[in-house]
C-alpha cells in the first residue's frame, strides 16, 4: 500500500513536470523564435504588471504594514475617534503622489466612515482649493474640511525631529486623526496653563506635552493671570506646574475663583528641594484637603520598581480609577524625583465636601528621603517607608443638586501628581534626545488626566506611540532610488535579449 502512494506520489510530479516543461516549450518554440516576438512578450508582461499596479491604486486596497510597530496602518483609537462622526469630511491632498504612504493612511479612515472622503488633486486641476487655503502652488499640503471648519497641515507638520540623531519621527496618523476631529467638533476643549510662577511652561520644559494636547484636538493657551485678573471663563482644565514662587493675592482670589464655579485643576508638583513660604499656594491645595508639600523625594529599594537600579527613577503602581483604568495592563508609568502627597484626615476631609481617590502609588518598600547629603542607596534610620501617594483625584462638591428646582450641583475636580518632569521635556540619559514623556505611559497618563478633567472621557486610552523612526530621502536620493527599481530591471531585460540572441545566431 505504501509502494502503491509513493508510485501515486511520483507519477503526479511527473505530470507537473511535464506540464512545466511544455509550457516552456511553447514560449520557446511560439514566442522566443525571433527577437520581434520576444520583444512583444516583454512588452505584454510589463504592461501586465503596470496594469495591475494601476488597478490596486484603483481599488485602494490598503497596503500590507510589515513594519513592527504597524507605522502605515491606522490603529483602533483612530479608529474609536472617527467611527460616529456625523458629518461630512473633505480630506484633500494637493500635491502629493498616489503613492505617499500618508494618502495611504488617509484613505484608511474612509473604510471606517463613509461620511469621510479622501481626494487627490494639484494647484491645476484645482485652483479654487490653493486659493481658499492659501497653499502655494509648487507646495505640497492637507486640507481636512467640514462645512466652513477646516485645518490644512503642510508636509513638515507630518513629522518631528531629533536635532542629535537627525531621525524623522512620523506624527502623521495623530496630525490627522486631530484635524478630523477638530473640524467636526461642536466646541474645542480649553486648556490654560499658569505662567509666572514656576520655570515650567509651554515654552520651557513642556513643548512636547504643549504638540501632543494639539493633537489630541484642545486649544492650548498661556495664562499670564495678573494681566487677566482673572481664570477665562472658557476653561475647561487648568494645569498648574511645579509653583517656585508663592501666588499673589491677584492670582489666589482668580484660582479661588475658578474652584469655586467648578472649574477644574491638573497640578504637576516635583520633589521639593528647600523650604519656600508658599502661603498662597497651600491655600489652594487646602481648599481640597491637600497639605503642603515636604522637603524630600522618594526613593524605591525594590528593583523590579526602578530602572536601571536607579533608586530616583520609581515606577509606580496605577491604581483603578476612570482616569487610569485603560493604564492597568500597561508598562506603567516612570516617575523622576517624586514626592509624595500628603492629605487631612477623612473627618477633615468630609467636613470639606471633598472625596478623595487614589490613582499612583509607590510600592511597600519606598522610602523618603529629607537629607540630600546622604549617598546610601538603602533607607536610613528615621526615613519614612510606606507606599506613598504620589497621584490622587479630589472632588470637591461646591453646591448639592437642587431636586425641587432640577438645579444642577457643582463640583471642582483637581488631580494632582507629585511628580512633574514624568509630563515634561526633561530627558532620561544624556545619551538619547527622547523626552521622558515620549516613555511607557507617561504620555497617556497626563492626556487622560486632561481629557477627564475636560469632560471627554471618549479620549481617555492608550495611544500609538509617535516615537516611529522613518526615513526622507532627498530629491536626489529619490532620484537614485527611482532609477534603481525601473532602469535597472529593464536593463536586465534588454541584455538578456541580446545574449539570447547571440546565442541564437551562434546555432
Known amino acids: 500500500m505504501k509502494k502503491d502512494n509513493e508510485s501515486i506520489v511520483g507519477q503526479e510530479n511527473v505530470d507537473k513536470k511535464e506540464k512545466s516543461n511544455k509550457f516552456i516549450e511553447i514560449i520557446k518554440k511560439k514566442w522566443l523564435i525571433d527577437s520581434s516576438k520576444t520583444i512583444l512578450l516583454v512588452a505584454i508582461i510589463l504592461a501586465f504588471f503596470i496594469g495591475v499596479s494601476i488597478l490596486m491604486q484603483k481599488l485602494q486596497l490598503t497596503p500590507i504594514d510589515l513594519t513592527e510597530e504597524k507605522l502605515f496602518t491606522l490603529t483602533d483609537e483612530s479608529k474609536e475617534k472617527v467611527k460616529d462622526i456625523n458629518k461630512d469630511i473633505n480630506i484633500y491632498f494637493i500635491g502629493y503622489s498616489d503613492d505617499d504612504s500618508t494618502l495611504d493612511l488617509a484613505r484608511q479612515y474612509t473604510k471606517v466612515n463613509e461620511k469621510i472622503k479622501v481626494e487627490t488633486a494639484t494647484s491645476t486641476d484645482r485652483p479654487d482649493l490653493v486659493e481658499k487655503y492659501g497653499i502655494e502652488t509648487s507646495s505640497e499640503g492637507i486640507i481636512v474640511e467640514a462645512g466652513e471648519k477646516y485645518k490644512v497641515l503642510a508636509s513638515e507638520d507630518l513629522y518631528t525631529y531629533d536635532s542629535t540623531t537627525y531621525e ?6 495623530e496630525k490627522l486623526t486631530a484635524a478630523i476631529k477638530s473640524v467636526s467638533a461642536e466646541n474645542l476643549p480649553k486648556v490654560y496653563f499658569l505662567s509666572g510662577y514656576s520655570s515650567f511652561s509651554l515654552t520651557s520644559g513642556m513643548q512636547y506635552l504643549n504638540m501632543y494636547l494639539q493633537n489630541e484636538v484642545n486649544e492650548v493657551e498661556t495664562l499670564d493671570i495678573i494681566s487677566e485678573g482673572k481664570v477665562p471663563d472658557d476653561c475647561n482644565t487648568l494645569v498648574i506646574a511645579s509653583p517656585e514662587d508663592d501666588f499673589d493675592d491677584i492670582a489666589t482670589k482668580a484660582i479661588t475663583d475658578y474652584i469655586n464655579k467648578g472649574g477644574n485643576i491638573l497640578w504637576l508638583n516635583a520633589a521639593v528641594a528647600q523650604s519656600r513660604e508658599l502661603t498662597n499656594v497651600n491655600k489652594i491645595l487646602e481648599m481640597y484637603g491637600v497639605k503642603p508639600f515636604e522637603v524630600g523625594i522618594i526613593r524605591e529599594t525594590e528593583t523590579s520598581k526602578m530602572v536601571s537600579d536607579s533608586p530616583d527613577l520609581i515606577m509606580p503602581e496605577i491604581q483603578y480609577a476612570d482616569v487610569t483604568n485603560k493604564l492597568q495592563d500597561t508598562e506603567g508609568v516612570i516617575f523622576v524625583n517624586a ?169
Request: proline share 2%; charged share 25%.
Open 168 to 173: 524623522t519621527i512620523s506624527i502623521a496618523e
Open 339 to 507: 514626592t509624595k502627597i500628603n492629605t487631612i484626615d477623612e473627618e477633615a476631609m468630609t467636613n470639606l465636601n471633598v472625596t478623595k481617590t487614589e490613582l499612583i502609588k509607590t510600592s511597600e518598600k519606598a522610602y523618603f528621603r529629607t537629607n540630600f547629603t546622604n549617598t546610601s542607596n538603602a533607607p536610613q534610620e528615621g526615613e519614612e517607608q510606606t507606599a506613598f501617594l504620589v497621584g490622587a483625584q479630589f472632588d470637591k462638591t461646591i453646591t448639592e443638586k437642587n431636586e425641587e428646582t432640577g438645579e444642577n450641583g457643582i463640583t471642582s475636580k483637581l488631580i494632582i501628581y507629585g511628580e512633574n518632569f514624568f509630563a515634561s521635556d526633561y530627558q532620561l540619559t544624556e545619551t538619547t534626545q527622547t523626552p521622558i514623556i515620549a516613555y511607557r505611559q507617561n504620555k497617556d497618563l497626563v492626556l487622560n488626566s486632561i481629557a477627564y478633567l475636560s469632560d471627554r472621557e471618549e479620549d481617555i486610552t492608550v495611544r500609538k506611540s509617535t516615537g516611529s523612526i522613518t526615513y526622507t530621502a532627498t530629491e536626489q536620493e529619490n532620484r537614485i532610488i527611482l532609477a534603481i527599481i525601473t532602469a535597472v530591471p529593464l536593463l536586465i531585460i534588454v541584455i538578456g535579449i541580446i545574449v539570447w540572441t547571440k546565442r541564437r545566431r551562434q546555432k
